[in-house]
T-cell receptor
Framework: DAKTTQPPSMDCAEGRAANLPCNHS???????VYWYRQIHSQGPQYIIH???NNETNEMASLIITEDRKSSTLILPHATLRDTAVYYC?????????????????????FGKGTKLSVKP | DGGITQSPKYLFRKEGQNVTLSCEQN?????MYWYRQDPGQGLRLIYY???????QKGDIAEGYSVSREKKESFPLTVTSAQKNPTAFYLC?????????????FGSGTQLSVL
């Protein structure tokens, strides 16, 4: 799986948009970009994922560059409860709807992430 | 409510003791995972299971053992061979196939050595 690079920490003012960058310059054509976040002492929570098109859901937006070497997670109106560590992960998605039983393929590799602090 | 339940929340281990961490899910997921997290670090994969009665070693399996006798259960045993067991342990599950294979995590177990 491709490796990702994220800044170790970022600050954001409450109510403003939080833009979290991620570099994945070695990403291959069949690797998806996933974002998770982890609030202190809890399990990580899925946020969003995408392949090459921009994606939006009720939590966030994901902007992927045309060359797919980087992406940005956008929290449009950050709140204090968004303070967490945000993980950017790329992984191969198994094709054809078959189960991926092969080795570690498809397993998510979590780096250190970006610690986002939302301040009043 | 559907979800993943880990127990206990906190666990203490004495020297030379084996301890077992429980993970149960009622999401009907095929795949289950165990991760270890040390302070300020990311998650590292210990073991995973894609199907009942089968499991595979992850990146740091030494000193750990698992079983997958039932689809909904994937207990992790931290053996006495694991010399540095103090960490936050996370269990996760997902469907084995499909485009939205997001991981669902439990709330974690903090293991400490007495």
């Amino acid at each position: 799986d491709a490796k990702t690079t994220q800044p170790p920490s970022m600050d954001c003012a409450e109510g403003r948009a939080a833009n979290l960058p991620c570099n994945h310059s070695t990403i291959s054509g069949n690797e998806y970009v996933y974002w998770y976040r982890q609030i202190h002492s809890q399990g990580p929570q899925y946020i969003i994922h995408g392949l090459k098109n921009n994606e939006t859901n009720e939590m966030a937006s994901l902007i992927i560059t045309e060359d797919r070497k980087s992406s940005t997670l956008i929290l449009p109106h950050a709140t204090l409860r968004d303070t967490a560590v945000y993980y950017c992960i790329v992984r191969v998605h198994p094709r054809g709807g078959t189960a991926d039983y092969g080795g570690s393929q498809g397993n998510l590799i979590f780096g250190k992430g970006t610690k986002l602090s939302v301040k009043p | 409510d559907g979800g993943i339940t880990q127990s206990p929340k906190y666990l203490f281990r004495k020297e030379g003791q084996n301890v077992t961490l429980s993970c149960e899910q009622n999401l009907n997921h095929d795949a289950m995972y165990w991760y270890r997290q040390d302070p300020g670090q990311g998650l590292r994969l210990i073991y995973y299971s894609q199907i009942v009665n089968d499991f595979q070693k992850g990146d740091i399996a030494e000193g750990y053992s698992v079983s997958r006798e039932k689809k909904e259960s994937f207990p992790l045993t931290v053996t006495s061979a694991q010399k540095n067991p103090t960490a936050f342990y996370l269990c996760a599950s997902r469907r084995a196939a499909g485009p939205n294979e997001k991981l669902f995590f439990g709330s974690g177990t903090q293991l400490s050595v007495l």
